[in-house]
T-cell receptor, first 111, second 115 residues
Framework: NAGVTQTPKFQVLKTGQSMTLQCAQDMNHNSMYWYRQDPGMGLRLIYYSASEGTTDKGEVPNGYNVSRLNKREFSLRLESAAPSQTSVYFC??????????FGPGTRLTVL | AQSVTQPDIHITVSEGASLELRCNYSYGATPYLFWYVQSPGQGLQLLLKYFSGDTLVQGIKGFEAEFKRSQSSFNLRKPSVHWSDAAEYFCAVGVPNFGNEKLTFGTGTRLTIIP
């Protein structure tokens, strides 16, 4: 039981490049989330998916797209990366009683 | 919309001393409340949660938190800290929404332990 896994762990992009962050969970959870964490700002919700086939914007969705591929997987795509998207990205899934389980994070640098 | 305030950005305590981390929330009713811990370079781990019932909640690693409705607070406590408790701590609030709850996180409190 791996919980929530994220790939890659680290990534460096140049401005304008695109990439997809992958997330998978093996806990049979319906809801999944993408957050970004920046110093002094806590975690901010980018997008979430309450169930397979649905996605909704969070607090900071601009510049991102998501895909809920199936119940296990929820990917985050940056179509044209900008330096302001340098951050640590966390994926989470929601278990019973609303607690969220987090992946180890992806550290992204955009030059 | 709900909000969370963690007024202390950084706290330093001596090993073996007691600890209290503050968390205040803004919401019109009783929300779901959580404390998470994040060690350097790691993801977030749930310490404890409050949904209803007994306002004193026990968590992992010897932590507890008390929900005080009158003060809109959910402070985290530990009677005696260990060096391994050095980490960043996040308070979060979730609004009940029929299974579609989202969490709002505070900005975190970084805990340093000195010998």
């Amino acid at each position: 039981n791996a919980g929530v896994t994220q790939t890659p762990k680290f990534q460096v992009l140049k401005t304008g490049q695109s990439m997809t962050l992958q997330c998978a969970q093996d806990m049979n959870h319906n809801s999944m989330y993408w957050y970004r964490q920046d110093p002094g700002m806590g975690l901010r919700l980018i997008y979430y998916s309450a169930s397979e086939g649905t996605t909704d914007k969070g607090e900071v969705p601009n510049g991102y797209n998501v895909s809920r591929l199936n119940k296990r997987e929820f990917s985050l795509r940056l179509e044209s990366a900008a330096p302001s998207q340098t951050s640590v990205y966390f994926c989470a899934s929601r278990g019973r009683l609303t607690e969220q389980f987090f992946g180890p994070g992806t550290r992204l640098t955009v030059l | 919309a709900q909000s969370v305030t963690q007024p202390d950005i950084h706290i330093t305590v001596s090993e073996g001393a007691s600890l209290e981390l503050r968390c205040n929330y803004s919401y019109g009713a009783t929300p779901y409340l959580f404390w998470y811990v994040q060690s350097p370079g790691q993801g977030l781990q749930l310490l404890l949660k409050y949904f209803s019932g007994d306002t004193l909640v026990q968590g992992i690693k010897g932590f507890e938190a008390e929900f005080k409705r009158s003060q809109s607070s959910f402070n985290l406590r530990k009677p005696s800290v260990h060096w391994s408790d050095a980490a960043e701590y996040f308070c979060a609030v979730g609004v009940p929404n029929f299974g579609n709850e989202k969490l709002t996180f505070g900005t975190g409190t970084r805990l340093t332990i000195i010998p």
